[in-house]
């Protein structure tokens, strides 16, 4: 059982950064797809960015587009989430998964193994 721990969450003014990591100690990162997401109060999961396990492409959803960075720490077993630039509405509990198959889309189903979430919020 692959079990996640997202970490790095926090509070932030608007325009902050934060990096999330995503981490296990069961099996090694690179060789999966990895995926984020998050769901804020109210409102559906929603995916964010996902990093694909055959060739490094990536994927972001225009909502982070420019302003979130996915990346794999592979010495450290870590996918990160660089995300700059934040807003008030990216306020959500964030969320890796990851992926059943090499492809890289950020759809709920293609994924298993999620972590407990990590609290990100943004003040205005």
């Known amino acids: 059982q692959v079990q996640l721990v997202e970490s790095g969450g926090g509070l932030v003014q608007a325009g902050g950064s934060l990096r999330l990591s995503c981490s296990t100690s069961?099996?090694?990162?690179?060789?999966?797809?990895i995926g984020w997401f998050r769901q804020a109060p109210g409102k559906e999961r929603e995916g964010l960015s996902c990093?694909?396990?055959?060739?490094?492409?990536?994927y972001y959803t225009d909502s982070v587009k420019g302003r979130f960075t996915i990346s794999r720490d592979n010495a450290k077993n870590t996918v990160n989430l660089q995300m700059d630039s934040l807003k008030p509405e990216d306020t959500a509990v964030y969320y890796c998964?990851?992926?059943?198959?090499?492809?890289?889309?950020?759809?709920?189903?293609?994924?298993?193994?999620w972590g407990q979430g990590t609290q990100v919020t943004v003040s205005s």
């Open positions: 998964a990851v992926g059943k198959t090499m492809i890289c889309r950020v759809v709920s189903q293609d994924y298993d193994h």
């Open positions: 069961v099996v090694p990162l690179a060789h999966y797809t």
């Open positions: 990093i694909s396990s055959s060739d490094g492409s990536t």
